[in-house]
């Protein structure tokens, strides 16, 4: 356990960079107009392919990791 606690803070940093690093690349669905009720239908619905796809599982999979990460941080702490 003593590696581990001395580990898991480093991995945690590695993966909120990552975590950071995928929010900031995925494009927003709607534009600010949207936000303010203009019409903005068109863009709020698309199918995600290729590395956007990619990109978004990956997102998911990095906030789970990171979850999991902080929970075991706070069991093992």
């Not at 480093?10 to 669905?29: D, F, N, P």
């Not at 203009?38 to 990095?62: I, M, P, Q, W």
């Amino acid at each position: 356990m003593g590696f581990l606690q001395v580990a898991l803070p480093y991995v945690q940093i590695g993966l909120s960079v990552l975590l950071i690093g995928a929010v900031v690349l995925q494009r927003t669905g709607a534009s600010l107009g949207g936000a303010f009720g203009a019409d903005n239908f068109s863009s709020g619905f698309h199918t995600r392919r290729g590395f956007e796809k990619t990109l978004f599982y990956a997102t998911v999979v990095f906030g789970i990791l990171f979850a999991l990460s902080a929970l075991l941080n706070l069991v093992i702490s």
